[in-house]
């Protein structure tokens, strides 16, 4: 997995042990994701599907994108298409993204990096590979993380970020058992690049098989595990839980994620997202592209796009 990673995890800052009266967060429900397709064709798993979105708040969805080896001409993205009212996060594992919008901002990620697009007021935007990638194949595997965002900043301009790998925030635990790759956030005090408008944080983990990751969790967070591959136990009570299954956890302190000893051949470690924010409690009015509080701003949104006030395909 090219995701940005450590000879040794030694050299890293430690996640603090639990203390004394930390409360572990248990396990409400473990879900199995869907598989579908995407854009123009792309494989996905989505995460979080029968999920309760009181649950998820301030996320709307996630994908799992791939992980899929692409012949030669195979390869595959979106059209262009219209956002408004919520923030996309794309973070790239492997393979190659370009991504272009309708205010300019774009580029290429690959093999660790993330795109954060605000999409805001509203603008039109398309994710591909490049055509190099197209004409060669190869490996592909990501995530897309939809953010919501509050009524006061759903119609604030547009915005992109382009977090590079070598960027985000690495931590280990105090035994070296596993990876923490901290993106956006903070954890422990260890903040990540991502800027954010809704309070929250995101972590790729990677896990040593046998080894225990206890993550210390902003108290007033929700938090949701996902399983990119592998096999393991969550929370401190051992729920099973494997590639592409979600836990939802209750309130606590810290969250707890252990890798089995056995893994697959072709994951020797367990590789999980932890996300987490502070929940906006606001109406949330969703169809399509568009987050909105309501029906009617929702319908606005259609309408704005018809009439081409999201931006023009750039030539």
């Known amino acids: 997995m090219p995701a940005i990673t450590v000879d040794d995890l030694t050299v890293l800052d430690r996640v603090t042990k639990p203390g004394l009266g930390d409360q572990p967060r248990p396990v409400w429900q473990v879900t199995t994701a869907p598989e579908g397709y995407e854009g123009e064709g792309f494989p996905v798993r989505r995460a979080f599907a029968g999920i309760d979105l009181r649950q998820l708040d301030p996320f709307v969805m996630m994908d799992q994108m791939g992980e899929v080896d692409y012949a030669p001409g195979e ?178 302190d810290y969250l707890t994620v252990t890798a089995d000893r056995t893994q697959e051949g072709r994951s020797p470690q367990l590789d999980v997202i932890v996300v987490g924010g502070r929940p906006i409690k606001e109406p949330i009015a969703w169809a399509g592209p568009f987050v909105m509080n309501t029906k009617s701003e929702v319908l606005d949104a259609y309408t704005d796009f018809q009439k081409g006030r999201f931006g023009h395909i750039p030539a």
């Open 75 to 252: 390869p595959k993205g979106t059209p262009w298409h219209p956002h408004r009212g919520f923030e996309t996060v794309t973070y790239i594992i492997d393979g190659v993204f370009d991504h272009h919008d309708s205010h300019g901002g774009g580029g290429s990620i690959t093999d660790g990096d993330t795109q954060w697009m605000t999409a805001g007021s509203g603008l039109l935007h398309i994710e591909a590979p490049p055509e190099w990638l197209v004409e060669k194949g190869g490996l592909f595997h990501g995530i897309q993380l939809w953010v919501n965002l509050p009524r006061d900043a759903k119609m604030n301009d547009p915005r992109y970020q382009d977090i590079r790998s070598g960027q985000v925030a690495l931590l280990t635990t105090p035994d070296a058992g596993a990876l923490v790759r901290v993106i956006a956030g903070s954890v422990d005090g260890h903040a990540g690049p991502g800027s954010t408008f809704t309070p929250m944080s995101l972590v790729h983990a990677t896990i040593e098989p046998g080894a225990r990751l206890d993550l210390p969790w902003a108290a007033d967070y929700n938090a949701l595990v996902y399983v990119l591959n592998g096999r393991g136990t969550v929370g401190v009570e051992g729920r099973p839980i494997r590639m592409g299954q979600s836990a939802v956890l209750g309130s606590g």
